[in-house]
């Protein structure tokens, strides 16, 4: 079975380098070293999972000042490695205000990413914001997709204040307005929006251009009603993604299995709904 992984970060020094604050406090939330390891040990071991992926560029730097894992970079790594790459996610920082527009058209035209992804917990914004409505213009006449985290993260979780993220601003219904308000934009939601699981269940059920993917999150934990909806009424919308470096891919593999889906549920979600949603 091809399995197409959605959402997988570089996972190198650089990546590290640009969660700024929050590379500490995602070491002690995920119990475990968060440091970068060399490009061609990140890229043997997705290899060897029989994945391919999607890189995952990220930028806070507005308001961290932490050097980005920029849209230059994902695209090389992209480059190096046809094998294993399908292709990569660029990021605009939307802080950045009247600049970020011209930033997403740079990345499509001179680094060919196949479009965005926004973490708004630790960007600390909403996409719903009426202030953003430019950039996503930008985006929506470009004809890329964007990928937008919706529920906790891990990143500041524990901390006084959270670092001073707010989880309010990655609520699905934030990307219920996003939607509504761009339809000829092709959003998917990733993970899976706890505590709003439900919340994101309507909205993607709602909403013909959103579509969902379930990485950063055990397959074990997924609640009953999700587990029941991918099987259900879910099946064309729910795809597969790992959040590299955040869980071995082992174990993915194996609690995806213990899920006791049919064969054509799995052939949906790790490579049938992406193919047909993002032209992969």
Known sequence: MRRIDLHCYPGTPEWVASQGPFAEALAAYWKKPWAGRPEADVVADIAAAGFEALLV??????????PACDNAYVAGMRDRHPSVFLGAWGAVDPLRGPAAPAEAEAAVREHGVLGFHFHPIMGRFRVDDPALRPLF????GLGVP???DVGTTGMGAGLPGGLGT????????????????FPQLTIIASHPGWPW??????????????FW????WAPK?????????????????????????????????????ELGYHQDVLDAVFHGNAERVLGL
Do not use: C
Request: no cysteine; aromatic share 6%.
């Open 57 to 66: 560029a990220f930028d806070i730097s507005a308001h961290t000042g932490a």
């Open 137 to 140: 213009e930008t985006i929506t």
């Open 166 to 181: 707010r989880i309010d601003h990655a609520h699905p219904l934030a990307i219920d307005v996003l939607a509504a308000t």
């Open 197 to 210: 699981v439900d919340e994101m269940t309507a909205v993607a059920l709602h909403k013909g251009n959103v």
């Open 146 to 148: 964007v990928m937008i």
């Open 213 to 216: 993917e379930l990485s950063g």
């Open 221 to 257: 934990y997924f609640p009953p009603q999700l587990r029941s909806d991918i099987r259900g009424r879910l099946r064309d919308k729910i795809m597969f993604g790992s959040d590299h470096p955040s869980i071995p891919f082992e174990r993915l593999l194996r609690e995806w299995d």
